[in-house]
T-cell receptor
């Protein structure tokens, strides 16, 4: 089975801290994504990566950056965490040519105090 | 860009009844429509999908219908069971090879009452 692993299930940080959310997939997928999930707003795309060292902005990239140094790992970085970044963060991966094979991790619930 | 609207936001049904969730999309270029189920504490998982060259697809108790002219698609769950309780997301994408953005609906929380 495809596995997308997010390093933390729950995370509590203080305003202004630099926060790293890590995601690892074990199926050699080219595409990786970071989504944010908020009640009533669904899943909103923050950043995605076509392949190693490639990244593209999604719909809500402000306040975030990403890093993809290795194919299996995609990191989301909150440069200076703010309370409005309190949310559920979901990582996903997919092979380049298969839209039906989008696999999600279990999510990281981030609280910024 | 694509805009996907999903209704209702919450839905309660008695066990054994049917449930219907509806979505509309705006971009006529969208041609792939997946549905995801998110159980508590887990990430969304694909449960069924439909492509624009098909009007209906069925998999046991779940089915999806697509009306390209009206730009809407629906998820139908028959003989609902308590394990169907979850949040369901529809999505649309103009898939043509390479990366294409997936736009999700806002989600429907389905509660099946035993």
């Amino acid at each position: 089975d495809v596995k997308v692993t997010q390093s933390s299930r729950y995370l509590v940080k203080r305003t202004g801290e630099k926060v790293f959310l890590e995601c690892v997939q074990d199926m050699d997928h080219e595409n990786m994504f970071w989504y944010r999930q908020d009640p009533g707003l669904g899943l909103r795309l923050i950043y995605f990566s076509y392949d190693v060292k490639m990244k593209e902005k999604g719909d809500i990239p402000e306040g975030y950056s990403v890093s993809r140094e290795k194919k299996e790992r995609f990191s989301l970085i909150l440069e200076s965490a703010s309370t409005n970044q309190t949310s559920m963060y979901l990582c996903a991966s997919r092979p380049q040519q298969a839209p039906e094979k989008l696999f999600f991790g279990s999510g990281t619930q981030l609280s910024v105090l | 860009g694509e805009n996907v609207e999903q209704h209702p936001s919450t839905l309660s049904v008695q066990e054994g009844d049917s449930a219907v969730i509806k979505c509309t999309y705006s971009d006529s270029a969208s041609n792939y429509f997946p549905w995801y189920k998110q159980e508590l504490g887990k990430g969304p998982q694909l449960i069924i999908d439909i492509r624009s060259n098909v009007g209906e697809k069925k998999d046991q108790r779940i089915a999806v219908t697509l009306n390209k002219t009206a730009k809407h698609f629906s998820l139908h769950i028959t003989e609902t069971q308590p394990e169907d309780s979850a949040v369901y997301f529809c999505a649309a994408t103009p898939w043509s090879g390479g990366y294409q953005k997936v736009t999700f609906g806002t989600g429907t929380k389905l509660q099946v009452i035993p």
